[in-house]
């Protein structure tokens, strides 16, 4: 009998032996049900062994296999067991991650008769009836067959007689049902009329499709300015990719993406197209899954955990956006999609596509040391010219004068929204912040009203009137009394999105408008869809929104786009926050004059001249010299990999011991650099004392010869109360 090694979905770094039994066929990548303890469990099959490794007590049977094609194909575990390995994560979290949660198993309790051959005369003759329906089927009946016969009721005290005799014996029958499954025509049919493409998109076409006819590992980087016609050349590439017989993949970072793009994939490809997001219901994400592994959805979009998707033969990944910070995974298993998107596509031999109009510097650093090609779009694809960027110094007194304490909107943008509204044209008002205000501040005493759960201050959000954490969900009522100091003296400080809508209402009181931000999203799941739909066709004139409305739409009425604040993503303690801030403005500005319409950009700012909000304005190639070279000498990627332990404990006390144990039990290795531990800029989070340790590769070092070591040390001196995790290449230094 052939053994399995299983990876379940719990966090231990370890795999489970189990036996096959003969009427199942397993294969690696198989999803199967076992017994765990007094329960079972669903996990997947990692390796098949002649051998127990386990030689320890009974080794008991898988239960059952979820049909008989393996759901995760050999690119897929390569790419898990790869993950494992450089996120130093269990193979369970890893496969948790992977397996959609609503792959499922059944049960049924099938009746089998065990008496052997007796004769009808020893059998009580009020069980007879029974007793022979049930003898008369070697494999047995479940329950609900024989309760047809014999009624529901009236099977409990024969069939408990029955057992109790040992005449026959209950089973427990697992089994997985599988979607009705129905299949793509062989060659999708575009319902969109094809674009005629510029110079610059057909020199990136022919590079694509000769590269996806050679069948190996090739990734581009396709840095497009806005409104180039990124999405044109993706199209073309999957259509070159189908047509040689092969799947492909596109990734977008966040939802408010998704719509959009599985609008323009739909025309194309039709049937063909499987849709993977978190959007989706308990039947229908499992019913996507399989239509990949069966190769009868050819196309599949989604975000993030899309990436996992079961292709049979994978040729092309797109990753649309490839900048954006969503693509980085938190939690349990902080992964970065991106870069595991090329770790996929090497082992497939596809081709990577990575598309943004302000690439990552990470990926400028690939094309700079031949790892990546380079495609160029340098032109807006309707021949329209980028719209003009200027800056609004806030720190202007006349400005100030004439907005007030705690207005919001400077003179020159509200100027511009006049004159563009009375064109009959749109506005786009852009603030990273959602809330009417961040904070409420005693001007007496200074003292913030602040989450008594985590370090941070409680927001006012008007329309719900309640005071709320945007971390762990504390809320409570507003104040007018400063607690500390017992006076009358709160007032707002710090702009939000509801305190601009309001405030823009009241200057363009008969404009068609609406907001969006998470918090308008999270109350009406289909609000998202309807508001960029009526925007995209002009049933309103003014947007409010967060990042969400920043980058990958086309809004084809769109003239102006005001930044009423440059700064909020500014001055965080974060080496990228002047890398994300210019990538913002310069994907917020790109959404206005579309379609050969004239555009321009207003950017409110504190800080014209600094070098992120100069360069929005002016060339991106200063930028980015200028953010390479501040991260060449200061050791930060891409130059440098680096690695984050995070810390946590109910009890300061008890954190800030360990701290003290844990950086005195360092060693020095020649790798790698410790910084701290020290407190976590975010303190205090739901209740929990946090602190970082910042693992820095030092030059011409390996990181990850040194983590698994290192790891294991951090562990061996925590208590029961001590949190540890770790993230590699983090994203988040909050």
Known sequence: MPFAQVALPIPKRTLFTYAIPDHLVVEPGSVVLVPVGRGHRTGVVWEIVEQPTWKEGVILEILASHGDLPLLGADLLFLLDWMSRYYLASIGTVASAALPGEI????????????????????????????????????????????????????????????????????????????????????????????ELTDEQQVCVTRLQDALANRSYAPFLLEGVTGSGKTELYLRAIERCLALGRQALVLVPEISLTAQMIQRLQRHFADSLAVLHSGLTVAQRPREWWRIRHGLARVAVGARSALFAPFVDLGLVIVDEEHDPSYKQEGSLPYQARDMAAVRARKCAAVL??????PSLESLANVQAGRYGHLRLTRRAGGGAPPRVEAIHLGDPEFRRQMGKDGLIAPPL??????????????????????????????????????PHCSVTLTLHKNRSR????????????????????????????????????????????????????????????????????????????????????????????????????????????????????????????????ESQDGRALVQTLDPDHHAVAAALGKRSDFVA?????????????????????????????GEGYCRVLR???????????????????????????????????????????????????????????????????????
């Open 353 to 358: 596509i990575l598309g943004s109009a302000t």
């Open 104 to 195: 499922a198993f059944q049960s049924r309790i099938r009746v089998r008769w065990c008496g052997g051959e007796i004769e009808p005369e020893e059998i009580p003759e009020r069980l007879r009836s029974v007793a022979e329906r049930i003898r008369r089927r070697k494999e047995g009946l479940s329950l609900d067959t024989l309760a047809q016969t014999f009624g529901r009721q009236a099977l409990v005290a024969p069939l408990r007689a029955l057992t109790e005799r040992g005449l026959i014996r209950r089973e427990t029958i697992w089994h997985a049902p599988l979607p009705d499954l129905k299949p793509a025509p062989s060659v999708p049919v575009s319902h969109a009329a094809p674009l």
């Open 626 to 654: 200028q953010e390479m070279a501040f991260r060449q000498q200061a050791g930060y990627p891409p130059f440098r990999r680096l690695a984050l332990l995070r810390i946590s404990s109910g009890m300061q006390a008890e």
């Open 467 to 594: 005071l709320l954490c945007h971390y762990c969900d504390f809320s409570r009522d507003p104040l007018d009394i400063c607690p500390s100091c017992g006076q009358l003296s709160l007032y707002h400080f710090g702009p939000g999105t509801q305190r601009l809508e309001e405030e823009t209402r009241a200057m363009f009181p008969d404009a068609r408008m609406a907001r969006l931000d998470r918090d308008t999203v999270s109350a009406n799941a289909h609000l998202l869809d309807e508001t960029l739909e009526a925007f995209r066709d002009g049933r309103l004139d003014i947007l409010v929104g967060t990042q969400m409305v920043s980058k990958g739409h086309h809004f084809p009425g769109l003239a102006l786009v005001g930044v009423v604040q440059a700064e909020t993503t500014l001055h965080q303690p974060d080496f990228r926050a002047a890398e994300r801030t210019h990538q913002l403005l310069v994907q917020v500005a790109g959404r206005a004059g579309r």
């Open 414 to 451: 509200r100027q511009a929204m006049a004159e563009t509204l009375a064109a009959g044209r749109q506005v786009l008002l852009f603030l990273n912040r959602r809330g009417f205000a961040p904070s409420l501040l005693c001007y007496r005493c200074g003292q913030a009203i602040t989450c």
């Open 664 to 734: 005195a039990a360092l060693p020095e290795v020649p790798e790698v650099l410790f910084l701290g531990p020290a407190p976590a800029p975010l303190f205090k989070l739901c209740n929990r004392h946090r602190w970082q340790l910042l693992i820095k590769e030092r030059e011409g070092g390996r990181l990850h010869r040194a983590l698994p070591g290192l790891i294991a040390l951090a562990e061996r001196l925590a208590g029961p109360r001590i949190r540890l995790e770790i993230d590699v290449d983090p994203q988040i230094f909050l």
